[in-house]
T-cell receptor
């Protein structure tokens, strides 16, 4: 079965500092990978998705970037954090289909607080 | 543009009773819908799905109903248990392309003993 590992689990960073959140996948080859953000009191917003190594699609203009250096590795980065980057970041990968549905497996999340 | 809307941010239900969580959507291209459950400080976990060509799918205590003409779906939990207390996300998806999922804002369900 597919497992998504994310780290760090919690991060407190000053405004203007860089960011790197890492996500690795176990149990699946060539998965689609996704970065979501959950801001306080809001739903999950898709930030980036990747269908393969080096292939990144951005969903919303923002201060963040993503990279996929290996099949099972997905990294979320920023060169200079803003206060508005605070939130709960979730990495997800797709699993086997359930009646055609793309059932995603999520990691445990990374809580980022920018001060 | 909020393609998937969960208009009730919270819901409180007595243990043993039925919980009904509602969801509306605007994108008629969705091929399927999912419900995810999320505990605090954890990632969401998949609960149940329904294809857009069906009007009902049942799995144990969980049943999802889809009314395509009204662009409305609902999740029924019966009987409700304290462990069901969580945030529930309604999700729409398309089979084509990268299969991006669109999440609603979530409804916080609290089951009272």
């Amino acid at each position: 079965s597919q497992t998504i590992h994310q780290w760090p689990a919690t991060l407190v960073q000053p405004v203007g500092s860089p960011l790197s959140l890492e996500c690795t996948v176990e149990g699946t080859s060539n998965p689609n990978l996704y970065w979501y953000r959950q801001a306080a009191g809001r739903g999950l917003q898709l930030l980036f998705y990747s269908v393969g190594i080096g292939q990144i699609s951005s969903e919303v203009p923002q201060n963040l970037s993503a990279s996929r250096p290996q099949d099972r590795q997905f990294i979320l980065s920023s060169k200079k954090l803003l206060l508005s980057d605070s939130g709960f970041y979730l990495c997800a990968g797709n699993k086997a289909r359930s009646s055609g549905a793309n059932v995603l497996t999520f990691g445990a999340g990374s809580r980022l607080t920018v001060l | 543009d909020q393609q998937v809307k969960q208009n009730s941010p919270s819901l409180s239900v007595q243990e043993g009773r039925i919980s009904i969580l509602n969801c509306d959507y605007t994108n008629s291209m969705f091929d399927y819908f999912l419900w995810y459950k999320k505990y605090p400080a954890e990632g969401p976990t998949f609960l149940i799905s329904i294809s857009s060509i069906k009007d009902k799918n049942e799995d144990g205590r969980f049943t999802v109903f889809l009314n395509k003409s009204a662009k409305h779906l609902s999740l029924h939990i019966v009987p409700s248990q304290p462990g069901d207390s969580a945030v529930y996300f309604c999700v729409g998806g398309e089979i084509q392309g990268a299969q991006k999922l669109v999440f609603g804002q979530g409804t916080r369900l609290t089951i009272n003993p």
